[in-house]
């Protein structure tokens, strides 16, 4: 490949670098946008922003308003992105940020779906550490007696809270909790509690957010005593992470207004 040739791809590469970055704004802004708007948040001038949103608009992947002339995205960048949402599981994306962080903390962790029967641990990875932990994949956890089982009443349906306090006996699904405490599950969005399952054993939990800003899946953890502060802001960083890669990250705004 000569100079002329290398240079002429990288040119190509980084149109494409450019032209992503301006459907990226699209997607995160709140409606459609002026050019100008769009140069400057982009960082190009504003006949630069016009040639890429043109060849966007000529691609149906932007759309132009005859009108206004304002951009947003188009039918084909809808077609991407549900084509992108039908392959993400956030279980699975859940159950690989999981599986990495009981490597780096002193906690065992996994994730947990909602069923029935109430909190069910699907995946379950023992920490690198010294660690004890009375849970294993398939158990299902109390509703009220866990930090997983109360990110889970603080973001469900009441309706599917109701099936799984029948299902699960009363001194195993513990009290019921008072409003404020999942109020304020839902301000922090996230839960730790100690020695509520198991005496010395510490439950932190924290939620992930589907598309539709649903709760899919919770992760959770075990650790003997309290973690650091370091190690149990990882648990709740994974969580939004978990989230925006499951293309759920505008569930926090919305729940949290």
């Not at 992503?20 to 050019?35: C, H, N, Q, S, V």
């Amino acid at each position: 490949m000569t100079g002329k040739d290398e240079q002429r791809r990288s040119g190509i590469i980084q149109s494409v670098s450019i032209a992503a970055r301006f459907l990226k704004i699209l997607a995160d802004a709140e409606g459609p946008m002026a050019l100008g708007k769009l140069a400057r948040r982009a960082g190009t001038g504003n006949s630069t922003a016009h040639r890429y949103m043109q060849s966007l608009v000529k691609e149906a992947l932007a759309a132009q308003d005859p009108a206004s002339g304002q951009y947003d995205l188009g039918p084909a960048a809808l077609d991407v992105g549900i084509g992108a949402l039908r392959r993400i599981d956030p279980v699975e994306v859940a159950a690989r940020h999981m599986k990495a962080l009981a490597m780096r903390i002193a906690a065992s962790g996994g994730v947990a779906i909602w069923t029935d029967r109430g909190p069910t641990i699907v995946r379950w990875y023992r920490s690198a550490y010294f660690s004890i932990s009375a849970i294993g994949l398939g158990d299902v956890l109390p509703i009220d007696n866990t930090a997983c089982g109360l990110v889970f009443q603080a973001f469900l349906p009441q309706q599917y809270i109701e099936v799984a306090r029948r299902l699960q006996p009363a001194a195993f699904r513990g009290k019921a909790p008072p409003a404020r405490d999942l109020a304020q599950i839902r301000q922090s969005f996230g839960c730790e509690r100690s020695g509520h399952l198991l005496s010395g054993i510490t439950g932190q939990a924290a939620p992930v957010f589907d598309a539709q800003h649903e709760i899919a899946c919770v992760l959770t953890t075990t650790s003997d005593g309290d973690l650091s502060g370091d190690d149990r802001q990882a648990i709740f960083a994974a969580a939004r992470e978990v989230t925006a890669d499951s293309g759920g990250s505008g569930a926090y705004g919305m729940i949290r207004s």
